[in-house]
């Protein structure tokens, strides 16, 4: 790893954080993205969820949409599970496969539930501010707890921000099994692409490239550079639940699929414990600088884990 990978004097990023809207993350004076927790303002059939929307390029080039007319539970950068036991935290409709086709479930949908952030930090290379989750199932009842934790890096090549996102899953008193059941298998962490950034063009850490070729396939990460400029990296982590994991890629979306081959149960004294990276670049790098990053995320999440 280069040692220049990430700028050391911090003189532009900002964090703003609001404990009942979420926060905002700057550049000087520019917005780079915003994260809402205000669930409550959503219908319940889209199983409210944190979300990050909207999401910019250094430069000011919008990446994500909120809720597009053909799937309104998409909302930008996301964790969605398809369904969790029987409560769908994913939203829309259920895939049943004996009937080959997706069918509205009434009351089936849970709430990934905002508790607190933890206070926000502010350190030579970026910042970070954390976040407690509880998410109630269909009945409201609680059955797991979730903590993540959001830090945000200047990458001094690429003219971008590295993400550093976490995501702990503990159940509440109960095992739980995580699944995947609509025909194409997502759930996981996901992002939805507007314009003007739609018709992303995708490459992967193996050297694929097109959405219809990445889709499905296992790597460690895919980036999706924008018609109009900017690119943006999603990357799994080594010590991730089945890396590398498969992708669910579409020309609007980049997402992870950990589920993508069989379900997950976990029992009351087990957590999951996700980590990834999120680059959002100005230029479009090669993917030998790509991976270069790639192995300078990599260094810097597990030196989080070791402090």
Known sequence: MRSDAFKRNLSHLRLEVNEADGFEVYADRRLLCRYNVATDRLPRDESPKPCFHPVYTPSGGLVSEYRPDDHTWHTGLYFGWVHV?????????????????????????????????????????????GENLTWLDRNDRPLITESRRFEFLETARAGGCLWLIESVITPIGEEITMGASRAARYSGLVLRMGPPFADAFHTSGSGRSGHETIMRTRDRWVGAAG???????????????????????????LGTGPLMEEDFTLRPTESLHLRYGFLVLDNVPGEGEIDELYRSYVIESDRRDRT
């Open 227 to 253: 018609a109009q400029g900017g690119m943006v990296v999603l990357m799994d982590h080594p010590r991730n639940l089945r890396h590398p994991v498969h992708w669910f890629t579409r020309r609007n979306l």
């Open 85 to 129: 036991n029987d409560t769908n935290f994913w939203g829309g409709s259920w895939y049943l496969p004996e009937q080959g086709e997706y069918v509205p479930v009434p009351d089936s949908h849970g709430v990934q539930r905002h508790d607190g952030f933890t206070p926000a930090a502010n350190g030579a290379s970026g910042v970070a501010v």
